[in-house]
């Protein structure tokens, strides 16, 4: 037997190895992130255990940032890294395991389907060559890395552009929520279909601003929550400073340049197998008139999309007593418009679960297609 080979020196690698001398008893620990206490993602790769069975022990399982997260949870797994599968595991409260017999010498494990830098690359490639695109330079992450802002609209219309909706859509501010990210991906492969009726009027109404990724430095220093400098991107609306979270200064920077009147910002949720969203019902804004809004954008989403729903979630925060320092209650707040954080499941949907999959990649990018029918279904009421 070749001796076994556990590497995450790669995009998003993180994993901690105790031992691997015995293939059926693989002790691992979750990784921190780089500058914070938040532990929850890993990725990693296995060489060499072809034909063995392999047991995966993660032992701090039950001291991660959300251990409920793991009831239920199914380690994802890989070949290729292009094809994503769960694999049987159990958590027993305090140690997860996960079980496999490698079909090959090379297989890797997630936490949940990667999003790497090279396919965030390629995403803003591929926008960038649609003539209704603008690719812009917002400024450097801590690492050096840029932050992208597309600018999406058809240039022909009638409309004039002073008349246009304004609607951003940031995601993966949480860097090991690269559900988010796929979400993005499918949002403007809909969006820049030209044979879609519906992106078509959206582009002739509106102005897209879409950061389809908030934290590069922390997804590829392989952190759940933090960027660089440890900090969460959530918590910092109220004040991001470029020493600390230059991430949110530069896209607050720009909102406050070009207004907003929906802002959805995409996440991952570790412990709610459903997709849902949360508005803005706690801040000292919030009218009757953002309910109503709120209201027909989740009737619509729930009438043409089986995978989301309006049942499970966080439940509603008191008047007066939302976190400013989050993006949505920030945004809806400070432009007195309709703004929604996104949750999609590290798990599956549980209301439409899928043994082989649970939720994935392609899944997330199902549901940013479909959310432009809910924007659809509101925008003329924006403002
Ligand atoms: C969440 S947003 C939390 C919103 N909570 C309630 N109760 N409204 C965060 O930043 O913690 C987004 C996420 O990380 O998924
Ligand atoms: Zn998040």
């Not at 995966?56 to 290729?80: E, H, M, T």
């Not at 992450?141 to 932050?147: Q, V």
């Not at 997709?275 to 009737?299: D, I, S, W």
Request: contains cysteine.
């Amino acid at each position: 037997m070749i001796p076994l080979h556990i590497s995450s020196a790669f995009d998003s690698g993180a994993i901690e190895v105790l031992s691997m001398t015995d293939p059926s008893d693989i002790q691992l620990n979750i990784r921190r992130d780089n500058a914070s206490e938040f532990a929850q993602w890993f990725h990693f790769s296995l060489q060499g255990a072809a034909g063995l069975a392999v047991s995966l022990r993660f032992l701090n399982a039950g001291q991660c940032a959300y251990p409920k997260g793991w009831q239920d949870y199914r380690v994802v797994a890989s070949y290729d890294r292009h094809s994503w599968f769960r694999i049987d595991t159990r958590f027993d409260g305090q140690v997860m395991a996960a079980d496999i017999t490698p079909q090959t010498q090379c297989v890797y494990f997630a936490y949940f389907e990667p999003y790497s830098h090279e396919r965030h690359l390629d995403l803003i490639g591929r926008a960038a060559a649609s003539e209704h695109v603008e690719v812009q330079h917002l400024g450097q992450t801590l690492d050096g890395r840029d932050m992208t802002l597309l600018r999406l609209t058809d240039r022909h219309s009638a409309t004039p552009i002073a008349q246009k909706k304004k609607i951003w859509l940031i995601a993966r501010q949480h860097p090991g929520e690269a559900m988010a990210e796929w979400f993005v991906d499918g949002f403007l492969a809909r969006l820049l279909d030209g044979a879609d009726p519906v992106a078509r009027v959206l582009l002739a109404k509106c102005v897209f601003y879409v950061v389809p990724h908030m934290n590069p430095d922390g997804a590829v220093r392989g952190n759940l929550r933090t960027n660089a400098a440890g900090a969460n991107l959530n918590r910092e609306w109220q004040a991001p400073s470029l020493e600390k979270s230059p991430e949110v200064f530069l896209v607050r920077q720009k909102m406050l340049a070009t207004g907003v009147d929906l802002n959805l910002d995409a996440h991952g949720d570790e412990g709610l197998a459903y997709n849902f969203c949360v508005g803005t019902e706690g801040t000292p804004g919030y009218t009757p008139r953002l309910e109503a809004l709120e209201n027909a954008f989740k009737a619509a989403w729930v009438a043409t999309c089986p995978d989301f729903q309006t049942t499970q979630g966080y439940g509603r925060t008191k008047p007066g007593e939302a976190n400013l320092t989050l993006a949505t209650n920030w945004v809806g707040q400070n432009f007195g418009c309709l703004a929604f954080t996104i949750e999609m499941p590290f798990k599956d949907n549980a209301d439409l679960p899928d043994q082989r999959v649970g939720w994935n990649g392609e899944r997330s990018k199902k549901l940013g297609a479909g959310v432009l029918l809910p924007i659809l279904a509101v925008v003329d009421q924006l403002r």
